[in-house]
């Protein structure tokens, strides 16, 4: 196990993610002759994101529940933060660790700011104290707070109430969050930008986050690491994403990485890790002519209008300049924008659907950072295939059940053990 560094004790004040060690755990449903998950030891390292996927009905969604305690294991151990929490009080437990369920899960009775406050309330927290907290949760998952904090779940979109879920579970700033397919139920392009929020606010609170998904290619953008589970939540691969797409442990994940694994490798690489563009900018009411000579002499094909706040309105390019007085300020909603944290496969999409050969590329608050360009995600690719990963270690993962059988004194086998 790692991280000791942190107090032995989960406290709410913790701002790293706190270690969680899942030993030996079995859960039997009653009346059911297989384990839902069969001897697992899985180590989930303070401050990672680990993803769990693997076919329907493996398991994933009983491991998530063993660690908050919403499931009680059959038997093993459950250790966060160096304390056994296997006997500790379960409401106790979840007001400390935030949960996240699909669609977000809000009472539909409640108001946005109402439902963040719940665990802040029950923890006594002073009414001045949960507005505040409140306030800080919305602006952090990009809602304003003014528009949204009294309006009710089915007043918003489903990607917005995904993103009060997730406000909510970080409410009373939990070591911990667990989230059962939180973009489970949304469009592909919010997907990517509840991803894309995920990770900028991970690289704010650096939680330890344990999330379940269908999807490889989220794993694979998400995950620090990747938990593949087979029925029983028999662990096939436990490894990081670049490892597991370079050496599949098996047919089994070789199967559910599917085909294109060279094309993942797109997945792995995040835009702000590539160098990009400086753009040619311009301001709305500024001489058309004077734009076009600064894109010609820098031979670019476009100048990029920005608002006054840095934020990208459209693109100009030679021919529209040439035939424009004064630079126009109106919008374009099919301009192609990332954020920094979108992955190059987001870039490349995003690049086909508006068929151009780049995309605009913003940073915080959606303050223009520069260009992608099409030549720079083939570079990458090429960069990508060519480096070899570096050597760290990957945490613990196995399964004892099946070597637990074979019992070596004898004995017969335990009452509590995994039926054969
Ligand atoms: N309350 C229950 N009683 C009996 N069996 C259950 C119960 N809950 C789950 N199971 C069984 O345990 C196994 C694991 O279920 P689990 O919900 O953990 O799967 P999952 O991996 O989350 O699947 P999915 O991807 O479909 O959500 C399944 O075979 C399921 O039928
Ligand atoms: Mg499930």
């Known amino acids: 196990m ?21 030993e030996e755990v079995t859960k039997t449903y009653p009346g059911q002759k297989k384990s839902a998950v069969g001897g697992l030891t899985l180590e989930i390292p303070a401050g990672s994101i680990v993803m769990f996927v693997g076919p329907s009905g493996c398991g994933k969604t009983t491991t998530l529940k063993m660690i908050n305690r919403l499931i009680e294991p059959t038997s ?6 160096g304390e056994d929490v296997t006997g500790m009080n379960g409401d106790e437990l979840r007001r400390r660790i935030g949960y996240v369920i699909q669609a977000g899960g809000l009472f539909p009775h409640m108001t946005v700011a109402t439902n963040i406050a719940m665990v802040p309330k029950m923890l006594g927290w002073s009414k001045e104290k949960i507005a505040a907290r409140v306030d800080e949760l919305l602006e952090l998952v990009s809602l304003d707070p003014d528009l949204y904090r009294d309006r009710f779940p089915k007043e918003l979109s489903g990607g917005q109430q995904q993103r009060v879920g997730v406000a909510r579970a970080l409410a009373a700033d939990p070591p911990v969050l667990l989230m059962d397919e939180p973009f489970g139920a949304v469009d592909p392009i919010t997907r990517q930008r509840l991803q894309d929020e995920l990770l900028n606010i991970q690289s704010e609170v650096q939680k ?11 794993a694979v953008k998400l995950g620090d690491w990747i938990a593949i589970f087979n029925e029983g939540a028999q662990l096939e691969q436990y490894d990081s994403p670049e490892r597991i797409l370079a050496n599949p442990a098996s047919e089994f994940v070789e199967n559910f990485i599917g085909s294109g694994a060279g ?5 792995l690489t995040r835009v702000n890790e590539v160098d990009l563009e400086e753009a040619i900018t311009t301001t709305p009411g500024k001489r058309a002519s004077d734009v076009l000579s ?13 608002d006054s706040r840095g934020r990208p309105l459209r693109r100009l390019d030679r021919r529209q300049l040439s035939r424009a007085e004064i630079i126009d300020g109106t919008y374009d909603q099919n301009l192609p924008v990332v954020g920094e944290q979108a992955t190059l496969n987001d870039a490349l999409d995003t690049m086909l659907v508006a068929s151009s050969e780049s995309a605009l590329v913003t940073g915080r608050r959606d303050v223009l950072l520069g260009t992608i360009t099409v030549q720079t995600v083939m570079e990458a690719i090429a960069a990508a295939n060519s480096a070899q990963d570096g050597d760290h270690s990957a945490p613990v993962g196995l399964n004892s059940g099946a070597i637990n059988v074979v019992d070596i004194e004898g004995e017969a086998a335990k009452p509590d053990g995994e039926p054969v």
């Open 2 to 22: 790692s991280e000791n560094k942190n107090s032995e004790t989960l406290t709410a004040q913790d701002v790293t993610g706190a270690s969680i060690m899942l």
């Open 76 to 81: 093993g151990k459950i250790v966060i933060n």
């Open 208 to 218: 330890t986050i344990v999330c379940v998904t269908h999807d490889f290619d989220e």
């Open 263 to 267: 094309l993942k490798q797109l997945t």
């Open 294 to 306: 600064q894109v010609q002499g820098a031979g670019r094909k476009y100048a990029v209008v920005l």
